[in-house]
């Protein structure tokens, strides 16, 4: 990312969010996800909609600093679902 001055601004953190409306379930004890590695493309949980549960994947690699949904709660759809400190 480039600011107005034109200078490289680094974010590491970076969202994942929810694919749909629907309520998350988590595939592990929130906890026991914190702190790994996470690849491109890994499930954290699935989005349990009317007649179907959809992934959620990761768009990045990196280590999961938190999950910021609990299984049970209901999302919106693009609602954050965890944060994650992407590799260099």
Do not use: C, Y
Not at 17 to 30: E, K
Request: proline share 6%.
């Amino acid at each position: 990312m480039v600011d107005m001055q034109g200078e490289r601004i680094l974010i590491p953190e970076r969202m994942i969010v929810s694919p749909a409306d629907g309520v998350f379930r988590s595939t592990n004890d929130n906890t026991d996800l914190v702190g790994t590695d996470i690849n491109i493309d890994d499930v954290i949980g699935f989005v349990d909609t009317i007649g179907q549960s959809i992934p959620v994947v990761s768009p990045f690699q990196g280590i999961l600093h938190g999950l910021i949904a609990h299984s049970g709660e209901r999302l919106r759809k693009h609602e954050p679902v965890a944060w994650l400190r992407v590799s260099k």
